[in-house]
């Protein structure tokens, strides 16, 4: 029997809030009695801000639905539920030496959560994002059908990316890297201006598969733009010294250190950032050599609770995508003269992605953190608009200030997904706030 709870639920940023009707289920068998009511589905909340939430229905908890199924140690191909997170495949398989294609910057994501964002990683240039790398998946629609879906169906490029508006995906099949050892070859470049990161990434990015720059987002003039460009392969047996061959294969446990509280709004200023930014940038040198995968993959899962270090207010996680590299650094200009910018600002070369609504074109990619405080959305909806005029688009999985004009001007795959979505679901059961706020609904 599922149980149901009443409670105040956020995105990551903490911004916006919902109250919802909590299900968690315990068994599969219970989900097509469930989607008689108005829901979303959600993992572990690390979607940004709207995105699981239905303010005032019900928010279906998958979590409790995570077990492995079947496993091919030929192929690398894992079949689980949708409540499986990253982190449960990793402590099980990275010692069996498998790793998954594409992995966002955080492993407490659930499978399901991966396919409704269709996420991506530091080699979505070279492999895409992760419905390159799903074998099938099994679609649980309003109608009580359970589909079984694989990239030759239409219904498939609908349901990855599309936050969970096509229906509930209840397993997936998922195919695993092979790697020799949990070390990553590591190269960093310390760079003085967005314009050496720029020739770095043009010299380094076709011999690496894996890549990513962080900028200080606080320096301009001719600054603005330095940073680390960092690119990773996974290493081989044959890479590692011998005192590291003793355990080439191993699952790093749990976060070090834990965020206790939120951080007062006083602290969150240019000259603490200012400091922050200084400080890692100093920290980071030019070097080359190992690093373990928790290092280079999932940096800030060594905090528990990061997100508090924002404040009660939440911050917004603002990521779009733009074709050229002189757009995104006019973009990057205007927002280091703004001001208040963010503690980690991340950006990453894009490749082309398939689907009906996908984030990726072949581009750039620039994320950054913003403290929720006053003006700040009269600085970034303008923003929006520019970065949408000039051929770029925002990421839904961590958006919340998009419209739904904003939305269908930049996704002009949208008509072709609402068929499909109106297909399977005809009376709207699925819904969330940003469903609401975008017009997919």
């Not at 779009?320 to 757009?327: G, K, L």
Request: net charge positive.
């Amino acid at each position: 029997m599922a149980k149901v709870e009443e409670t105040l639920l956020s995105g990551w940023g903490n911004y916006p809030k919902a109250r919802v009707k909590l299900l968690s289920p315990s068994f599969y068998n219970e989900l097509p009695r469930l989607l008689k009511k108005s829901l979303i589905a959600r993992g572990l909340g690390r979607s940004y801000a709207d995105q699981s939430l239905n303010d005032g229905g019900y928010v279906l908890n998958l979590n409790p639905l995570n077990r492995f199924l079947k496993f091919d140690e030929i192929n690398g191909i894992l079949k689980a539920e949708a409540g499986v997170s990253l982190k449960e495949i990793l402590e099980v398989f990275l010692p069996k030496g498998w790793f998954p294609y594409v992995t966002p910057g955080t492993k407490y994501v659930t499978l399901g959560g991966m396919i409704a964002s269709d996420v991506h990683g530091k080699n979505h240039h070279r492999e895409g994002s992760v419905s390159e790398h799903v074998i099938s998946l099994t679609l649980l629609t309003p109608k009580g059908d359970f589909l079984h879906l694989t990239p030759k169906d239409d219904l498939y490029w609908a349901t990855v990316g599309g936050m969970g508006l096509t229906g509930i995906v209840t397993e997936v099949e998922l195919k695993l890297r092979r790697v020799e050892t949990s070390y990553i070859l590591y190269r960093a470049f310390r760079v003085a201006n967005i314009d050496a990161m720029l020739d770095v990434f043009s010299k380094y990015d076709p011999h690496h598969t894996y890549s990513v720059a962080w900028i200080d987002c606080l320096a301009g003039g001719k600054n603005l733009g330095r940073g680390v460009v960092m690119f990773g392969e996974h290493a081989p047996l044959e890479a590692l010294p011998k005192k590291l061959k003793r355990n080439p294969l191993f699952f790093k446990k749990g976060p070090q250190l834990k965020f206790p509280f939120y951080a007062p709004s006083f602290l969150l200023n240019d000259l603490t950032m200012r400091l922050f930014n200084w400080a890692y940038y100093l920290t980071h040198p030019t070097y080359e050599g190992l690093v373990d995968y928790e290092r280079f993959f999932y940096p800030l899962d060594s905090i528990e609770s990061w997100n508090r270090a924002y404040g009660q207010r939440g911050f917004i996680q603002f990521q779009f995508v733009i074709p050229s590299a002189e757009d995104m650094k006019l973009i990057l200009e205007k927002i280091v003269k703004h001001g208040g910018g963010s503690f980690l600002a991340v950006l990453k070369r894009m490749g082309k992605q398939r689907g009906y609504l996908p984030f990726g074109i072949p581009g750039w990619t620039l994320a950054l953190d913003f403290p929720i405080k006053s003006g700040l959305f009269d600085f970034l909806k303008p923003l929006m608009r520019e970065i949408v005029d000039r051929g770029g688009r925002f990421y839904l999985t961590k958006d919340a200030l998009m419209d739904e004009g904003l939305f269908k001007a930049s996704y002009p795959g949208f008509p072709r997904w609402y068929e499909l979505r109106r297909s399977v679901d005809q009376d709207g059961i699925l819904s969330s706030d940003l469903a609401k706020r975008l017009g997919m609904a």
